[in-house]
């Protein structure tokens, strides 16, 4: 057995027990780790400072260091999600269909944990302890996989998780770190068929493209958004400008961001200057087709490698078209289902639009931005998912369950 | 572009229109194609000779053979299945969740098509009539790739479905045959990303494991299956012995056979050769454990590979288990999550079974055989998952369908 293996097989086990533990005890578990992460405050501050001060070395972006650093406010905020997730409706042994068959079986289908959940993730050390959480709620097993840049932080914060679940008698391995960085490790996780019942990458586009191409275990992606805003014809143009507003910059580097603004030729001349004005506020760069530009004196021409781009930033990309169809065809073409708007008063044209276009969210007179569990009700996420299987959209404590058939019968045979 | 793409680009193309079409529509393509089917009997026929006679040539054994042939009233059972499938309830559009938010934003959560599926097959010709059925049902494209041993007869069989979904108005392009049998093909269609949303490999264990190891595109494994039947110190053993019957010989080639007999040392002594006796009506060939042996005179001794295998024949491996616990633990280590049975008329030691056991469908008095679209009232199925993704246990049409939340709104940001 690999090192690897060993920690599979010990992760496996572990979920072999969390998949019979009731509510109470996850809870109590979570509960028990959140104090513990209040406990082990000044030693997490202090592995914490190890990776900024090697960061720093490094000439790492002040970005980047401001998603590795923790505070003591930043850790509080850890303890307080666990505190949350534990308040959440366990996800486990909801009944998904019950039915009587002719032949007196009786079936039931329940929601059951799915077994052993790999998350890989990039610097951020919080995701740490929120993936641990909502794969322990949901009665799962977690080996987690963070950036290396950040493993005195995790490995301080695992090691306070994996003390407050001793304490309240669950295997310490329901929460594994991987401490070994070496980048082979990562590929062998991605391939740990038998062990990892399920791989979730969180983190940028060049990662999930990794554990696309190189993994044999069940991936479900997550993160990566080019969103678009269609202005119909029929639109409220102040509506508009608000909703694309908000959708570019309230906050540029997430995946539910808008990158892309689509306008009706027909309201083009109207709605353009008045949400051109409206990005000025926040200096937005748009990179806009040469129809638009007239209308833009401020915009860059677009290239072809604008389309279907997710910039992350305080950057839009503008096309003008003829109609809805033609808005319907180009997302269709260039978007990553992930979340499209169309903005119009016209409810025709908005049902035709939320019909045909083929996404995680497709958005009426809102903005992309609601893309997100807390937003949708789910309590908490882990990411959200752009693929087609499983789950689509954010991804709560049922998205990390599976279910199984529980087939009572008197004899009956076939 | 790759031929192979072309075809992926026209499916997804097809797809778009399928996405959006009306059960009335679908079901008017069903039906059309069932005629046409009957209608290129003869071409059908005279196609599948062909294939036939080359597999004689080449040796191929008599259950290929059989699997391969086809007669008038095979193709009437594949047109029979079609109006089956276009009787089923539409699995597009239901209304997964429907909520308010606080903010006053509407969201639905419906099921949609999935898009473009691929399926990847032996040599059984009634499976290209049936994926096409279901796809089309779900709203899918669906892009086959049979066996190169059963290639007139599919390529016949989809020219008829292709003629029928034009007559309907539809693309036929909704189902596409790949013509060229090159193994390469086989290996790009795994990895034809952006075009294919999700694969489904019907066949043996060799296949479903090329396509975990090559596969990019989301895949969701089939059919392979070690069933166990845990037959516990409480057990009525007659019902013991029928179930044990009924599981292994009714039909020892499908993956919800069983292949593994645990029995409990408190009642093996009464149990084995009661089972055991039934089993010899078929001339069930037993391996066992050196324990059992001494009840068993007829068994073979098993050996390590024993324990696990799927024999797909009337052969039968048998271990006794100290009690329910280590036939859990047993079934843990060797089961393939497929269909697991306790017989027992102790109804505390079989919920202990039934949850501790993580399975795809977990039985109580009942043979495993059941697993199955048709007797899960699924009406038809595609293949059972043994995965823990998306689906577990028979893929019916509900299965075939992916999800979305379409937001209504009247302005909000965030």
Known sequence: MTELETIGAAAKSAARVLMCADTETKNRALLAIADALVGAREEILAANREDVTAGENSGMTRAFLDRLSLSPERIDGMAEEMRQVAALPDPVGRVLSDTVRPNGLHLTK??????????????????????????????????????????????????????????????????TLIEDTDRAVTQALMRLNGYVDLLIPRGGAGLIRAVVENATVPVIETGAGTCHIYVDRDADVPMAAEIVFNAKTSRPSVCNAAECLLVDRAIAAEALPVIAARLAEKQVELRADAEACAFLPNALPATDSDWGREYNDYIMAVHIVSGVDEAIDFIARYGTGHSECIVTDNPVTAERFLARVDAAAVYHNASTRFTDGGEFGLGAEIGISTQKLHARGPLGLEELTSMKYIVHGTGQVR
Not at 117 to 139: H, Q
Not at 141 to 158: P, Y
């Open 110 to 175: 329940v929601a059951v944990p799915i077994g052993v959940i790999a998350v890989i993730y990039e610097a951020r050390p919080n995701v740490t302890a929120d993936s641990a959480a909502l794969c322990l709620k949901s009665g799962n097993a977690v080996i987690l996989r963070g950036g290396r840049e950040a493993i005195h932080s995790n490995t301080a914060i695992v090691r306070a998780m994996r003390g407050a679940l001793r304490g309240v008698g669950l295997p310490e391995d329901t929460v």
